[in-house]
């Protein structure tokens, strides 16, 4: 039975009322596939519902999994008492990030129930930035101190694991929670009972403060192969740690940001079958607006050069064709020089390399171009050579014109602190457009009697 189909099934379970069945159902999924099946459910009354048919434990993991308007519906549902038990079973991160999509009414009633100790670590981690290290990092993890023997550290985690969220490294720390070196669990156990743990441990530690950007400290995940990563204050003292899981949701989201800004769209992070008709047209209203004003530039281009239309008219036949070809090759360069940026491949201080690169692409590329362009007009127009000579010129410079300027404004908005998404695509298709029309009629002036 695949998902859509077992779906079906549980939704059949909801309409009818048997809720044993959709609670024995419920315990053989996993929390993920449970949560989209809650958040996929059109009804607040029936989400609520289902989400109190899962036992604790699981239903803790799953209110981790599920979107922030019915992580709210259900808040909102239930009692004090339930509530607590969920915060209860919640790991820091988890519950941090949900505590930053919700209304400020919903959050003090979250926190009333909410242990003190715990609420002031939360309070602690709400302060972070968003968008940094410490707005995605938990305090589940497992510390040890120097002088443990391995047996002792062992017994630790045994004590101890079921709180953590992950135990397969620990993090060992002096009296003032100085990071002092890791150890993993592997090693740990391949080393004698009677080993101290400063005699095995790694003093080598990669680590990231507080304040760090999240980007950062995700792209280091995906270079290093990590599975968590130590988060230290000014002063060297361990106050968290993120693991990977969390780090793959902040690529997702900066991706997901980045697609949005490319296609001219303001970033949202509600999944589309969620956002409503307005919310979509508020997103994409207003680079659509913007768009079509600085449009009105090639218009006025074309106005400019009206009497070269009246003398050649093939040259208004291969206008869509130059400006689709700038408009691709300026993508394809900015999409390349912004991946290369998004991975580290590509530093600021890279400006001139990546310029010369991109020209000799675009001298090569626009050549190619240039030549097939003047074959097939010739044997399409045989008696119009010089026309045909014209349009391939022009399409050979505004490429390597489309592949400069591609190249140049991710790479100076990444040096402006701008996100270089920003200049990706409809922006960059309406300058290399305009650059492209004025080089063609520029170059058909000088070569052809207008």
């Not at 740990?188 to 005699?199: A, E, V």
């Not at 997103?283 to 600085?294: A, C, E, G, K, Q």
């Not at 201080?349 to 090569?364: G, H, Q, S, T």
């Not at 045909?388 to 991710?410: E, K």
Request: aromatic share 6%.
């Amino acid at each position: 039975m695949d998902k859509m189909d077992h779906f079906d099934e549980l939704q059949e379970f909801l309409e009818k009322r048997q809720y044993r069945s959709l609670k024995d159902a419920f315990t053989d999924m996993n929390e993920v596939d449970i949560a989209q099946f809650i958040t996929d459910l059109e009804s607040e009354e029936q989400a609520v519902i289902a989400f109190r048919c899962l036992g604790k434990e699981q239903g803790a993991e799953v209110f981790a999994n599920l979107e922030a308007d019915v992580q709210e519906s259900i808040i909102n549902a239930i009692n004090d008492k339930e509530l607590q038990e969920i915060m209860d079973e919640l790991f820091v991160d988890d519950a941090v990030d949900m505590l930053e999509e919700l209304p400020a009414n919903v959050v003090r009633r979250v926190l009333k129930n909410v242990a003190p100790e715990d609420r002031k670590i939360l309070n602690q981690f709400l302060q972070y930035p968003d968008n940094s290290a410490g707005s995605i990092m938990t305090a589940e993890f497992i510390d040890l101190k120097e002088d443990m023997t391995v047996e002792d550290a062992i017994k630790r985690i045994r004590r101890t694991a079921d709180e953590k969220e992950t135990i397969y490294t620990c993090y060992v720390l002096d009296a003032s929670r100085h990071l002092m070196g890791i150890v993993t669990v592997k090693r740990l156990l391949l080393s004698q009972d009677d080993d101290l743990i400063s005699d095995i441990m790694d003093e080598d530690v990669m680590k990231v403060t507080t304040l760090d950007d999240q980007e950062e400290v995700a792209y280091m995940f995906s270079k290093y192969d990590l599975l968590t990563i130590p988060v230290v204050d000014k002063e060297n003292r361990l106050v968290g740690i993120i693991t990977v899981d969390d780090a793959v949701d902040v690529l997702e989201e900066e991706a997901t940001e980045d697609f949005e800004k490319m296609a001219a769209m303001l970033p949202s992070e509600k999944p589309y079958l969620k956002m409503d008709v307005l919310t979509l047209f508020r997103n994409r209203i207003p680079w659509l607006m913007i768009l079509m004003i600085s449009g009105t530039v090639t218009g006025s281009i074309l106005g400019r050069f009206e009497s070269a239309f009246m003398a050649f008219p093939l040259l208004v036949t291969c206008i869509p064709m130059l400006t689709d070809t700038g408009g691709n090759a300026g993508n394809q360069t900015s999409t390349t020089v912004i991946r290369g940026m998004a991975v580290k491949d590509i530093e600021p201080e890279d400006l001139f390399k990546v310029i010369w690169k991109e020209l000799r692409v675009a001298l090569l590329c626009g050549g190619a171009l240039g030549l097939v362009n003047f074959i097939r007009m010739m044997l399409l127009y045989r008696d119009h050579s010089l026309e045909s000579f014209t349009v391939s010129i022009a399409i050979f410079l505004t490429v390597v014109l489309a592949n400069t300027v591609a190249s140049l404004l991710p790479m100076g908005a990444k040096i402006l602190k701008l996100d270089p998404a920003l200049v990706a695509s409809p922006m960059l298709t309406t300058i290399v457009d305009a650059i492209a029309l004025i080089t063609y009629f520029l170059i058909a002036k000088a070569l052809l009697p207008i």
